[in-house]
């Protein structure tokens, strides 16, 4: 049996999207400015953040093949939402790296990209990330037509960049980096055909 929701209450589904995105960012800023996130502030925002981009992505992965499976057709409206929040996040990673980390020395930033494995990873999907938040609209889409659809599915590639950097950033405790690497694996045995067909357009002839 398919579960609706009318065209009335997408407004409040959305509203509950944003509520749920925000709240945690707001509150891990908040507990940062009154000294409240233990013995290293610095490492628990990026983290914070860092995960928050990857539980994003990883759950506007997983909506359309939910939708599908459980004939709920509605998630599809907040699945853009979901996206745009992965890339905040994200933002809010590389900032809180470049202002923590390396005090916004771009030339130690760019030297940091080019010898650690890990950010050189974490800054290609960045790269990608931003390219799809920024051809995310709807005039965008109408304008790259058929191109869009190729253009965002390589939000298959960003997944298994994060899911990379997570765990080439981890100096020990790898089991969480592996479950979410189960987790993206399985994303994408549930769209294995759908990937081959991206895979072929995107494959140089």
């Not at 790296?97 to 290609?124: A, H, K, N, W």
């Not at 759908?194 to 072929?200: I, N, S, T």
């Amino acid at each position: 049996m398919a579960l609706t929701v009318s065209a009335q209450r997408i407004p409040h589904l959305k509203a509950l999207v944003h509520l749920a995105a925000l709240y945690p960012l707001i509150n891990l800023y908040y507990a940062a400015i009154n000294d409240r996130l233990g013995a290293d502030p610095v490492e628990a925002v990026i983290h914070f953040t860092g995960i928050g981009a990857l539980n994003l992505l990883l759950i506007s992965l997983l909506i359309s093949p939910a939708a599908k499976f459980f004939k709920m057709g509605f998630l599809i409206h907040v699945r853009r939402i979901i996206g745009l929040y992965a890339f905040t996040y994200a933002v809010c990673h590389l900032l809180n790296f470049l202002s923590f980390e390396v005090q916004f020395d771009l030339q130690l930033f760019v030297d940091e990209i080019f010898e650690r494995p890990y950010i050189t990873v974490g800054m290609t999907a960045f790269l990608f990330l931003l390219s799809l938040a920024v051809t995310s609209t709807a005039k965008m889409r109408r304008k790259m037509k058929r191109k869009w659809q190729t253009l965002h599915n390589f939000s298959y590639l960003i997944g298994l960049l994060v899911v990379i950097h997570f765990y080439w950033s981890v100096k020990s405790e790898i089991i969480e980096p592996l479950i979410y690497a189960a987790i993206y694996a399985l994303l994408m045995a549930l769209r294995h055909q759908k990937l081959k067909g991206w895979v072929k357009k995107i494959r140089p002839q």
